[in-house]
């Protein structure tokens, strides 16, 4: 599989990275160990997860095939801190707290350092530097080799990278952020990729399929088997299930009849190659779905597809992004 810096960094990372959201949870250490071993077998490094992945499932379940089916260090492990599970605090970005929960990070996935440690999200109620200077701790510690953000808006995004710039002392460069982003959700386009293309911060795709919408199992109606049928997936997926995703989704239909390959491949090949993007983080629920996510490999869109794709997707984006004067 094709290799990727990851932003302004010398850190390469596979252009597929493999999401453990579900592990520990809906996939079991069965499903998990074929995961990874098909993963790595093509050339994959990149594992994303969190610290709230399955109440912390996932991390020990990814600590436990590590070195017994993959060497370590064979790996880029990604992982994630500041999310609680407090109805009244959602991040907590405090130093204290970010630090504590990467070392039990450390701890239930068996390594003694992460490649990218990544904060969950903004935290409004702690100030930006003093989460930032957990990463510097971090980084200079040894416990993480890059750091980076996930789900910071544009001027959060841009206000964290040019901190870690400006600020004196010896600061960690912001390498990456993950941020949803696929043909059913381009918002990410109004200022959080421009932001991160101007500071060289590679932008890591989560829900690259639309919640699994975009591989066209929804278009008639909602799987019993499937997340949208699921108590707790349900509203997750529900979103992208109304008419304005019906025709995308039949877009992408549509383009993969053309090209004789499965909408899964058209939908995740468009926003991989898109601009500042580095790796699309996929999850699956078996090797299976896995096998031929990362069939991908192989495919390049026609440009006249991909400009189809653009059209028939393009979010609406007017004052302030469009010239004034002309609206």
């Known amino acids: 599989m094709e290799q990727r810096h990851l932003g302004r960094t010398g850190l390469r990372v596979s252009r597929i990275g493999l999401g453990t959201l579900t592990w520990g949870r809906d996939t079991d250490e069965h499903d998990a160990a074929d995961q990874l071993k098909t993963f790595w077998e093509v ?7 969190a610290d709230v992945y399955g109440g912390g499932e996932a991390e020990y379940l990814l600590g436990r095939l590590v070195e017994r089916l993959v060497p370590r260090r064979d790996l880029i492990i990604a992982t994630k801190a500041g999310s609680v599970p407090d109805p009244y605090r959602r991040f907590d970005g405090s130093r204290g707290y970010l630090l504590s929960a990467l070392d039990a ?29 957990a990463l510097d701790i971090a980084v200079a510690s040894g416990r993480a080799r890059y750091a980076g953000v996930s789900n910071f808006c544009g001027w959060q995004l841009a206000k964290a990278a040019t901190w870690q710039l400006a600020a004196p002392g010896i600061r960690t460069r912001l390498a990456s952020t993950q941020m949803e982003y696929s043909l059913l959700q381009r918002g990410v386009e ?10 060289e911060v590679g932008l890591l795709p989560s829900s690259p399929l639309g919640r699994g919408v975009l591989t066209g199992k929804y278009r008639d109606t909602v799987p019993p088997d499937s997340r949208g049928a699921s108590d707790q997936m349900g509203p997750f997926v529900e979103p992208y299930l109304d008419e304005a995703a019906g025709r995308i989704v039949d877009a992408v239909v549509t383009a993969a009849e053309g090209l004789a390959t499965t909408p899964l491949e058209v939908a995740l090949a468009w926003v991989r190659d ?17 096998a031929e996510a990362l069939s991908v490999e192989s495919l390049s869109l026609p440009d006249e597809i991909c400009q ?4 028939v997707s393009a979010p609406v984006h007017r004052y302030p992004d469009q010239d004034w004067s002309t609206l």
Not at 43 to 49: A, Q, S
Not at 190 to 199: C, F, G, H, K
Not at 308 to 311: C, S
């Open 43 to 49: 050339g994959g490094t990149l594992i994303d997860t």
């Open 105 to 133: 990070s450390l701890e239930r996935l068996g390594t003694d350092y992460v490649d990218l440690w990544q904060i969950h999200a903004f935290d409004t109620d702690t100030p930006l530097e003093e989460t930032l200077s």
């Open 190 to 199: 109004r200022e959080v990729l421009p932001a991160a293309n101007d500071l």
């Open 274 to 290: 898109r601009p500042g993007v580095v790796a699309p983080i996929v999850g699956a629920r078996d090797a299976r779905q896995l």
């Open 308 to 311: 189809a794709l653009d059209d």
